[in-house]
């Protein structure tokens, strides 16, 4: 069903609020003062889902937004904005979903060193013989014949894997930003493994020495902002800490961290990841590293440390760990998010049951052009 709205209100995580018959209707891909015609996509008791048909009347903020996939491709919610009124309005998300835990923050925000093909990690879908993202609410694959955000050594890959012979599988890829390299798995059985004729690692190097990554483990997509991170990081911490991290991956954070700190202990589910953090600390001559495949879900005993960083999926901290870090005896928590909503609320928890004070909040865009935020909380107590 068709409906026409004013959107009032832009709401975390990003999408456009108006009313339609007295129901929040929330419309992704809109800016205040946009009229739109949308289209329901689930109705529920209290509020309305919809998908952006029509802009009948722009707001004063919409601008034509520069590619020409936008409206159907999943990836860029907000490029009807100009980059400025993007980081305004990411910051006042952050700001907000804080708020709405009734905790009373100002973040900061840093803005990415570079807005237009920073993206040096991505998922590509190649289905029924296009290659590209999958579309917005839709299992539908865009074709990404022009991309403003992809790396460029990555966006010429992509017809060479289109004609690869295969289909309907997803292609994982990784840019180094040091130096070009790029490595590409692809899904078999639902499993990721090297794409044969390509290296399936990178050397990456976000100013903290070179560290090995790998195109089948987790990487983070923005290399600039990354970099950012790793300084605020490595700031952070002195020669007095030791420090357990958790979810440290293939260690991104953990040479930054442990260049300074007196120790390091690093956790994570994967064992490849742990196999390259190993490889990482060994070939930066990080000798007071150690490095653990653990599930952190489960029950696992966090070692005596002062500091404790972490970098939980979208879902947050579990409660598992959650409890581990209250009830240690850690006095810093660096905590880094790529889901305010999920930091808000372990925010809280780690406020309320576990006395820890929220020292500050900083908003890093990762993601250029989308609603997504990465941010970095310090906590004491
Ligand atoms: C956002 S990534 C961060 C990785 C690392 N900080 C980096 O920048 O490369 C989250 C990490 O959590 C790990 N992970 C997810 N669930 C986990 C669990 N239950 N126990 C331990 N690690 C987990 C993933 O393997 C992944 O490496």
Redesign the pocket.
């Known amino acids: 069903m068709k409906i026409q709205l004013e959107i009032e209100k832009i709401v975390p995580p990003g999408d456009g609020l108006g009313y339609f018959n007295n129901k929040a209707v929330f419309v992704p891909c809109t800016t205040v003062g946009d009229v739109v015609e949308a289209i329901i996509v689930k109705e529920k008791k209290k509020h309305i889902l919809a998908s952006l048909k029509e802009v009948v009347s722009p707001g004063k903020d919409r601008i034509q937004a520069p590619c020409p996939h936008y409206r159907e491709c999943g990836g860029c919610s907000m490029m009807h904005l100009t980059y400025t009124n993007q980081v305004k309005l990411k910051l006042k998300l952050l700001t907000e979903v804080f708020t709405n835990h009734g905790l009373d923050i100002t973040p900061d925000f840093i803005h990415s060193p570079r807005t237009e093909h920073y993206r040096h990690r991505t998922t590509v879908k190649l289905k029924n013989g296009i290659i590209g993202f999958s579309a917005r609410q839709s299992h539908h694959v865009v074709p990404i014949d022009e991309c403003l955000i992809l790396s460029k050594g990555i966006k010429n890959q992509l017809i060479g894997l289109k004609n690869l012979g295969r289909n309907n599988c997803e292609f994982s890829l990784l840019e180094s930003s040091d130096n070009g390299e790029i490595a590409v798995c692809v899904t078999e059985k639902n499993r990721l493994v090297p794409l044969p004729g390509h290296s399936e690692r990178v050397a990456e190097n976000y100013g903290f020495g070179s560290i090995v ?1 790998r195109s089948d ?4 997509a923005n290399p600039f902002i ?1 970099s950012a991170i790793c300084r605020a990081l490595e700031k952070k911490v002195s020669a007095d800490d030791n420090i357990c ?10 040479l930054p961290l442990a260049i300074k700190a007196a120790t390091l202990e690093g ?4 064992k490849r ?1 742990i196999r390259s953090a190993i490889e990482n600390a060994k070939q930066n001559n990080l000798a007071n590293t150690r490095f653990n495949v ?5 029950g ?1 005993k966090l070692p005596q440390c002062n500091t404790v960083m972490v ?4 879902k947050g901290l ?1 409660s598992v ?1 959650l409890k581990r870090i209250g009830t240690s005896r850690a006095s810093k928590l660096l905590y ?1 998010s ?1 889901n305010p909503a999920s930091l808000a609320r372990d925010a809280k928890s780690l406020m309320e049951t576990y006395r820890f004070n929220l020292l500050s909040v900083t908003g890093y865009d990762m993601y250029c052009h989308s609603h997504h935020t990465e941010a970095l909380a310090v906590f004491s107590r």
Do not use: I, M, W
């Open positions: 990554l483990g987790f990487a983070q990354t991290e958790l979810y440290c991956g293939a260690g991104t954070f953990s956790f994570d589910l994967s990841s653990t599930n952190l879900e489960k696992f970098d939980p999926p979208r579990g760990p880094v790529c």
